[in-house]
Each structure stands twice: as C-alpha cells, then as structure tokens.
C-alpha cells in the first residue's frame, strides 16, 4: 500500500522531490544547530590569545583554508560568533576569522592603538607619569569601574592607570573586576 501510494505521489510530478527536498534541508539545518556547543556567555565579548601561533581560518573548520596567522600570544581578540568548538573573532584593525576555542583564553588583555599613550599612576588626568606606552604594546587588564573611564592595567613592569578610549580591549562602562 505504500508502494502505491508513493507511485501516485510521484506522478504528480517533480513539485513532490522539490518538497521532500526542503524537509530533508530543513531537518540537516536543524540538526546541525542542535550540535552546536552553546556556552551560555555573552556575545560579543573580549578573550586573549593562549598560544603563539593562531590560524585565522575563513569558516569554522580545518576545512576551511587559512587567511591569517596571528604570532602574538595574549592579543586582544572579540568573539562576535560561536559554532560548535570554533569561534568568529575581531581583532582592533577589523580582520575577522574563525579560530579554534582551544587556541584563545578567558584572560583580558588589551592592546595600545593609535599612537603612544600615557599611563598614570592613579586614575585622574593630574596623576603622575610613570610610562609612556607605544602602539602596539600589549598588556593586561586588572580592573574597570563603570562609574568612570579609567582601567587599571599591567604593561610589562609598570602597573597603572589608562582611559578606555586609549587601547582595544574593553566595553564602554563594561565592569572588570
């Protein structure tokens, strides 16, 4: 009886395969969500590198070939999509590509732009002096208060005090503690 049944429906013509077609899509897209590894934080969201050498990869798999090779341990990156165990990320000029979750850190890092920056030894414009940092440099990010611009913050020996509009790295009014 199903044989029968499915002869009739086939010789309705190609609108039947059309339609079995996109079930069979639909049900494949579906699944393929399902698997996806869902971490429960924030998107976006700032990490660090964790190793020396990162592959930025034009989608989410070693299938895919790689754009860019990152050589800078503890670079600011923003993840801004997840799929599975691969993550979309943003590095400060914009170049976007997909690395491995295993390959970045939960660390906050942050990284001068621009052009040289001063660093405070409290978090108020009359502060002393004690570093001047060049673009480029990469540092640790101790703390932000939402209550004012200013993070503290770690470049090599030097502990201190920057605004948040003076490196890559964190949030308008984002907390860190």
Known sequence: MIIIRLKRIMQKGKS???????????????????????????????????????????????????????????MPLEIIAEFDTWRKVRDWENTQGWVHQSTLSGKRTLIITNSTQTVRKYGNVKSTVIAEAEPGVIGKLLSCETSNDWCKVELGKYQGWLRRAQFWGVYAREFIE
């Open 16 to 74: 039947f395969f059309i339609v079995i077609g996109l079930i069979l899509y639909y049900l494949l897209l579906e699944s393929s969500y399902a698997r996806n590894a869902k971490t429960g934080l924030p998107l976006p969201r700032f990490v660090s590198l964790r190793a020396d050498i990162v592959n930025f990869r034009t989608g989410p798999g070693l299938r895919y070939p790689i754009e860019w090779v990152y050589q800078k341990k503890f």
